[in-house]
């Protein structure tokens, strides 16, 4: 099936760097790559879209240029935190939908995300 | 744009007990209706889902019900176990959009 690979799985930063998150579509082709941010005990909320060669569309309340999203092929897109600060720290998690196997959705498997 | 109301936040049941999570969506283009199980720091598990042309779906001991009318649609679990204790959440989309998720009903099943 459909496999998303996401890396870093864990990260700890200081206050002020930049973080970059990987996610790899490993046997398919994800045109389209959906970024989530998810707090403790809260549900996943959508960042942004990403489309492959194109300028991601960003949610509502998302600052576009401090989560820089590059999708530059089909098979790879990244989140970047800039100038993080310990607000930042979250669960980050990449979601793309295989379209050759109709309404799947496959998740990465996420990175932990501690600002300090 | 969509808009995924979950109910209950946190639903605890007796082992062997069914139990019903439901959500609202408000966007009647919405096609697609996945439910998710989540362990704590793991990616969402796609448990079950159905499309917009289904009314009812079952797999073992959960199932998936739809109502398109009234926009809501609703998770069965019967013969509860203790692993089935997680995070569950219900969430919508429509053709080639993201995945809206409902904000998570946690089961604790009780032996």
């Known amino acids: 099936g459909a496999v998303v690979s996401q890396h870093p799985s864990r990260v700890i930063c200081k206050s002020g760097t930049s973080v970059k998150i990987e996610c790899r579509s490993l046997d398919f082709q994800a045109t389209t790559m959906f970024w989530y941010r998810q707090f403790p005990k809260q549900s996943l909320m959508l960042m942004a879209t990403?489309?492959?060669?194109?300028?991601?569309?960003?949610e509502q309340g998302v600052e576009k240029d401090k989560f820089l999203i590059n999708h530059a092929s089909l098979t790879l897109s990244t989140l970047t935190v800039t100038s993080a600060h310990p607000e930042d720290s979250s669960f980050y998690i990449c979601?793309?939908?295989?379209?050759?196997?109709?309404?799947?959705?496959?998740f990465g498997s996420g990175t932990r995300l501690t600002v300090v | 744009g969509e808009n995924v109301e979950q109910h209950p936040s946190t639903l605890s049941v007796q082992e062997g007990d069914s139990a019903v999570i439901k959500c609202t969506y408000s966007?009647?283009?919405?096609?697609?209706f996945p439910w998710y199980k989540q362990e704590l720091g793991k990616r969402p598990q796609l448990i079950i889902d159905?499309?917009?042309?289904?009314g009812e779906k079952k797999d073992q001991r959960i199932a998936v019900t739809l109502n398109k009318t009234a926009k809501h649609f609703s998770l069965h679990i019967t013969e509860t176990q203790p692993e089935d204790s997680a995070v569950y959440f219900c969430a919508t989309t429509k053709t080639g959009t993201a995945l809206i998720f409902g904000k998570g009903t946690t089961l604790s099943v009780s032996s």
């Open positions: 159905i499309r917009s042309n289904v």
């Open positions: 990403s489309n492959e060669g194109s300028k991601a569309t960003y």
């Open positions: 979601s793309a939908r295989d379209q050759g196997q109709g309404y799947g959705y496959t």
């Open positions: 966007d009647s283009a919405s096609n697609y």
